[in-house]
Nanobody
Framework: QVQLVESGGGLVQTGGSLRLSCAAA????????MGWFRQAPGKEREFVAA????????YYAESVRGRFTISRDNAKNTVYLQMNSLKPEDTAVYYC?????????????????WGQGTQVTVSS
């Protein structure tokens, strides 16, 4: 059974940092791109960042570019999201997913497996 487990969320003040982790269990995802999405209350799930299977290519939403960094450790079957200079508008539940289908990195449709999410709250 495939399982993704996100961790690292929490409450932080504006300007602070958090590092999210997404650990995969049940199978290896080293051959797949992975991504982070987020969903704020009352809003649609939106793309945050994605990384190719090798880690050579990364993709970011304009709202987080320059502040967030996605990385992965295929040996640990884990993807990370380093979030710096956090803003109140970054408050959301953050999910990681595995991109198993062709299609845009920026769209959640090609992603199949999802974790349960981790809450990030940024206070002003």
């Amino acid at each position: 059974q495939v399982q993704l487990v996100e961790s690292g969320g929490g409450l932080v003040q504006t300007g602070g940092s958090l590092r999210l982790s997404c650990a995969a269990a049940g199978r290896t995802f080293s051959g797949y791109a992975m991504g982070w999405f987020r969903q704020a209350p009352g809003k649609e799930r939106e793309f945050v960042a994605a990384i190719s299977w090798s880690g050579d290519n990364t993709y970011y939403a304009e709202s987080v570019r320059g502040r967030f960094t996605i990385s992965r450790d295929n040996a640990k079957n884990t993807v990370y999201l380093q979030m710096n200079s956090l803003k109140p508008e970054d408050t959301a539940v953050y999910y990681c997913g595995v991109k198993v289908h062709s299609g845009s990195y920026y769209d959640d449709a090609p992603y199949l497996y999802w974790g349960q999410g981790t809450q990030v709250t940024v206070s002003s």
